[in-house]
């Protein structure tokens, strides 16, 4: 078990080797979690998206927007194992 330092101001610097192990990089966040015992669990924050973030993801993949026609042709082609 590693033994951490609190400082003056109440914070603690996680080592290296910790950060590596739970994935997380300069910048990113942690999530915790309090548990009996005064025990803690520590993970790497996942950012949560939502679907305004997913269609920004899309934005300007295309020449030119498809017709509903177009997307059905399409569609269909792919249903019937064609390309």
Known sequence: MATLTITSRGQVTL?????????IKPGEKIDFDKLPDGELR???S???GNI????????GSTKKPLTIEEMNEIA????????
């Open 15 to 23: 080592r290296k080797d910790v950060l590596q192990h739970l994935g």
């Open 42 to 44: 520590l993970r790497a």
């Open 46 to 48: 996942k950012p949560k």
């Open 52 to 59: 305004d973030g997913f269609i920004g993801l899309l934005a």
């Open 76 to 83: 269909s082609s792919g249903w019937a194992g064609e390309r």
